[in-house]
């Protein structure tokens, strides 16, 4: 059985391609008792590059519907999929109480956090996923496909040699992935991948949201290049810092991402357009605190850091007239 928490872009996405293999081995956990009843119902529209399609899935609420769900049947994998503010007492206390030890908690979020503290309250294996899938969410059970990517995942204890048994977890879902149609592969050094995504995310996101601009845009000015380079040597002073070997052309990787995704809004842009709060505490502010445990500077990344998270406060604001 896999549970997949969090009825939103990625969400959706992945619970409804699992589902069109193998329906009753799938159960998707949202927040509303609405979305809920509205998937188990009508199921998940996807729309795809030339085509739609309906997929049909059980969804509970994540509350005590979900803890019967449990009860009934222990997953043998939890694909996690809410965002990064999402993670906390909450859903972790729900956690706590469904764990069951032979359960794999997979972590698909964008951004970095210290994993440890939660990992250890929480029984089963951890893994950790970076994807470059690409969802948006059109309504509570609605979505489009709007770019394949693939899908790695890897211990968090990486890059320790996994074990027979780890290696032949992670296959089980790697195959069910794939024969869903998601291309999935395992990592050896999950960490470094998380590390590369945190790169392009720490440059990208910032920028283009407090631009306004789409991803593309970024490698028309050659002022903007100057601001992402140095974006760039900041965030691989850190990670060489940290022992995190990044490729030597990471760079090639940030301009390819920009002009692959260029008539994208990246999330932090849509986020503040609609309101709501960002993942950059993750990202940008993720750097910024390993760079002080480390007496690095990393003032681009600090400046664009404020900028993001005053114009979050502005944008989320409730309005009193
Ligand atoms: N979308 C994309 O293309 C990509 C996204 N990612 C990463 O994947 C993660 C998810 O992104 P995305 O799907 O776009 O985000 P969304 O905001 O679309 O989805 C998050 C979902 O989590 C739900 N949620 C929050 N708290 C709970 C809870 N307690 N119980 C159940 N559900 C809950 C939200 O519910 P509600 O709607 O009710 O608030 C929402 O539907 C992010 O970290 C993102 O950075 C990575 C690569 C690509
Ligand atoms: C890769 C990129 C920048 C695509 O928009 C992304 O991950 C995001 O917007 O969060």
């Known amino acids: 059985m896999i549970h997949v928490i969090g009825g939103g872009a990625i969400g959706m996405l992945y619970a409804a391609r699992l589902a069109s293999q193998n329906a009753s081995q799938v ?4 927040r509303s008792m609405e979305q809920a009843s509205y998937i188990s119902e009508a199921g998940i529209r996807i729309e795809d590059e030339d085509a739609g399609s309906v997929v049909r899935l059980s969804s509970v609420p994540t509350d005590g519907a979900y803890i019967e769900k449990v009860m009934e049947q222990p997953p043998e994998w939890v694909l996690i999929t809410v965002k ?4 906390q007492d ?3 206390e729900l956690f706590r109480k469904t764990a069951h030890p ?4 997979v972590w698909l979020q964008n951004g970095m956090r210290a994993m440890d503290v939660i990992q250890a309250q929480i029984p089963g294996m951890h893994w950790l ?3 470059t899938e690409a969802s948006l969410r059109l309504g509570i059970g609605h979505i489009k496909y709007t770019g394949r990517g693939r899908t790695s995942i890897g211990r968090s204890t ?6 027979s048994n780890e290696k032949s977890r992670a296959f089980s879902l790697i195959e069910k992935l794939e024969k869903a149609g998601l291309r999935a592969a395992l990592s050896n050094n999950i960490i470094e991948e998380l590390w590369r995504k945190l790169t392009v995310n720490a440059i990208i996101n910032p920028l283009t949201a407090i631009l306004k601009i789409r991803n593309g845009s970024l490698l028309e000015s050659d002022d903007l290049q100057r601001v992402m380079k140095q974006l760039y040597r900041e965030v691989t002073a850190v ?7 990044l490729p030597l052309n990471l760079w090639d990787y940030v301009e390819d991402v920009c002009k692959q995704t260029s008539q994208n809004y990246s999330s932090t842009l849509q986020d503040l357009m609609n309101g709501r709060p960002t993942e950059l505490d993750w990202m940008n502010g993720f750097i910024i605190e390993k760079a002080s445990e480390h007496g690095i500077e990393v003032p681009t990344h600090q400046m664009l850091y404020s900028l993001v ?13």
């Open 309 to 321: 998270k005053g114009l979050e406060t502005v944008h989320t604001k409730p309005k009193s007239d």
């Open 84 to 87: 990064q503010h999402h993670i």
């Open 102 to 105: 032979n359960s794999n908690w």
């Open 27 to 30: 159960l998707l956990a949202v």
């Open 158 to 163: 990486a890059p320790l040699e996994l074990s």
């Open 129 to 131: 996923a970076v994807t």
């Open 90 to 92: 909450q859903l972790l």
């Open 239 to 245: 990670a060489e810092a940290e022992y995190i070997h």
